[in-house]
């Protein structure tokens, strides 16, 4: 197999003066880009820096393979170095491993079971082999090491004879380096024990050598070995199991098996298992965090279906309708039947977007405690959007928001995961755990947390966010101007914002005060969060948001200019105190900025097409670059602050 196709003379690179980690992967990442290999430096450098942050990919013998899997990458391929002096700044399974011999791999996104994707997976795996990588480190020029890489192993295969069975599942985030070597390593592991390892891949390449009920039988326990929730694992019910990191088996890969043969961490129950991760291993927080990112990952789509039929249908009716507000009942009645449609369609956007939180909680639950999390997920981020008060025709109920997504999410997961590993019924009892004992009893938890605690908080917090705006109508003009853009930027459309709205178009309505902080607190922090995805690269060099945020940035800026805050919420449910934070205070300064230079708008008309109709257009613009600039740069350094001092604490 030709190994050498996957690098180039111009991507290798012999004694080395480079004396930090991030000074190598600058080095290969820039060669990468000028031999056409990547797009996107900064990008690509994000990819690698997040795999970084999941488990090290310093090995031993001072060897790492950092890798990187973006949308950036234009064809899979790897850089090399050879350090003259190694360093030891870099994680390595290996605490005590000076890292001199690098492999920067760089895998496209949305590529598999390509040849290319399947010389990198034979890369890893013979990375593994001493002898192989003996002859690397020692090539003195970059036609010797190329020459090199496509030598067979030499190793001699074992005829062992096996007197035992087990199976295992290895899969790494980017799905190449350590699935490969994790499943040779564990292998040769089996081979010196006597014990025979059938390792199934879940790799870039997706599944290989699929682990089938024929090759089940016999086996006697099962190892996962992954970094991800491994697929499928409903195959090995009854099977003692342990779950480590992906990385575990290349230096104690002995002791894996025969843990798992004679200590296990468990049985494989059944598939609402499938996620299960010895709590021995991963901490609370782990999960949550874990949980935050999928449940944002999910909820991304409904936010953009929803703010794209919004966006229609507000600006077809507007341009058909004469200014009018989407909500206006006159236009289900209107003769014109386009206007209906998109009246029709306004509101639809709406309904989506009233499922925004129900899908966020559903799948924060679903990662701590898998399929059995799900439902109540669903119901507890039902009451966060306050469906419950639309159901039981309670009027002026105020929902939690996302705070009581949050709370109702993690809830409705640990409590689902703590019934299903504590509950024990007899096997023929065993479908009712997971169809009725389970959610029943986790939406009844979620049930009373949300009645005694979660709407009476949160719903004592808004009325005391009312009062304190009724109670300082007749403040100065900029005090006001503070509060009103404050709340109406604390939750992004939610009850605070809907509340801080209510009484600023009352006091608009009695020509008491103009709405320019509450219009401009609407548009300022989605524009600026969107703009901060964009600008980053630019301003710091790197990327400081990771892809799913990139891309809801977008959606968010687009979103922003007609008026839609939701579009940030993700944002915000990822690091709510720098985001609620940045944005209040962003929309604080842009608001006092335009009313202060003169805005006024008395109309409630905050999107983009409601600009005209402000008086003194320029002081409003001004407000507008300031409270979206703070918010964009703020957003920026504060992030890549924090990304530099984990790299730090990291070394």
């Not at 196709?5 to 600058?26: A, G, I, P, Q």
């Not at 003195?140 to 890489?149: D, Y």
């Not at 209510?502 to 524009?527: C, E, K, N, S």
């Amino acid at each position: 197999m030709e190994l050498s196709k996957m690098t180039k003379k111009e991507l290798v690179f012999l004694d080395e003066v480079w004396n930090s980690k991030e000074e190598v992967l600058d080095h290969l990442i820039n060669e990468l880009e000028q031999q056409n290999i990547i797009s996107d430096k900064a990008g690509f450098k994000q990819a690698v820096l997040e795999r970084e942050q999941i488990s090290a990919t310093g090995m031993e013998a001072g060897l790492a393979i950092p890798h990187g899997k973006s949308s950036v990458v234009n064809k899979a391929a790897f850089a090399f170095a050879r350090l003259k002096e190694p360093i030891g700044d870099w994680e390595s399974i290996d605490p005590t491993n000076q890292v001199k011999y690098i492999f920067l791999l760089a895998i496209p996104k949305n590529e598999s079971s390509s040849t290319h994707l399947q010389l990198l997976a034979e890369l890893s795996k013979r990375l593994i082999d001493r002898d192989y990588l003996s002859s690397l480190k020692k090539a003195t020029n970059e036609v010797e090491f190329l020459k090199a890489l496509d030598k067979e192993s030499e190793e001699e295969e074992i005829q062992a004879e096996y007197t035992r069975k087990i199976v295992a599942i290895t899969a790494c985030a980017a799905g190449i380096a350590h699935t490969y070597m994790a499943a040779e390593a564990l292998q040769k592991a089996g081979k010196e024990l006597g014990v025979e390892v059938l390792v199934e891949k879940q790799g870039a390449n997706g599944i290989e050598d699929r682990i089938t009920p024929e090759l089940l039988k016999g086996a006697e326990a099962v190892i996962f070995a992954t970094d991800i929730a491994a697929k499928e694992k409903n195959r090995f019910n009854g099977l003692p199991y342990i779950q480590r990191r992906v990385a575990e088996p290349l230096r104690q890969g002995t002791a894996m098996i025969q843990q798992v043969l004679t200590n296990p961490d468990g049985i494989v129950q059944d598939q609402s298992e499938d996620n299960q991760v010895s709590s021995k291993k991963q901490g609370v927080f782990a999960q949550i965090y874990q949980g935050v990112l999928t449940g944002i990952s999910y909820m991304i789509p409904v936010i953009v279906a929803a703010g794209l039929m919004i966006g229609i249908g507000q600006l077809g009716a507007s341009a058909f309708g004469l200014g009018k507000e989407i909500g206006d009942v006159k236009y289900a009645t209107d003769p014109n039947q386009l206007i209906v449609v998109l009246h029709y369609l306004g509101l639809f956007g709406s309904m989506i977007m009233k499922f925004m939180y129900p899908v966020f909680a559903a799948f924060l639950a679903y990662s701590i405690a898998d399929r059995p999390g799900l439902a109540p997920g669903f119901i507890g981020g039902a009451f966060a959007a306050g469906l419950h008060y639309v159901l039981w025709g309670v009027e002026g109920g105020i929902p939690s928001g996302f705070f009581g997504a949050l709370i109702l999410g993690i809830t409705a997961g640990f409590v689902a995961k703590f019934l299903n590993e504590k509950i024990k019924l007899h096997k023929n009892l065993q479908a009712m755990k997971p169809m009725f004992i389970i959610p029943g009893v986790t939406v009844l938890v979620i049930f009373f947390l949300n009645f005694f605690i979660v709407d009476p908080i949160f719903g004592a917090l808004n009325a005391w966010l009312q009062e304190l705006i009724l109670n300082n109508k007749d403040s100065g003009s900029v005090l006001l101007s503070v509060i009103i853009a404050c709340l109406t930027a604390f939750d992004l459309g939610g009850p605070v914002n809907k509340a801080a709205g209510a009484i600023a178009i009352g006091m608009a309505a009695d020509q008491i005060f103009p709405l320019t902080p509450r219009v401009l607190a609407i548009v300022i922090p989605p524009i600026g969060i969107g703009l901060a995805t964009i600008l980053d690269k630019y301003i710091v060099k790197r990327r400081v948001f990771d892809e799913n945020l990139r891309v809801t940035g977008t959606t968010s800026l687009i979103l922003g200019f007609i008026a839609i805050g939701e579009g940030a919420i993700p944002f915000m449910l990822q690091n709510p105190i720098i985001t609620i934070s940045i944005n209040m205070i962003g929309a604080s300064l842009g608001a006092v900025t335009a009313v202060l230079l003169g805005a006024v708008q008395w109309y409630p008309l905050p999107a983009v097409w409601g600009w005209p109709l402000v008086e003194n257009f320029w002081a409003y613009a001004v407000g507008i670059i300031v409270g979206v600039g703070f918010i964009a740069f703020a957003n920026i350094f504060v992030r890549f602050a924090l990304i530099k001092r984990k790299e730090n604490l990291n070394r």
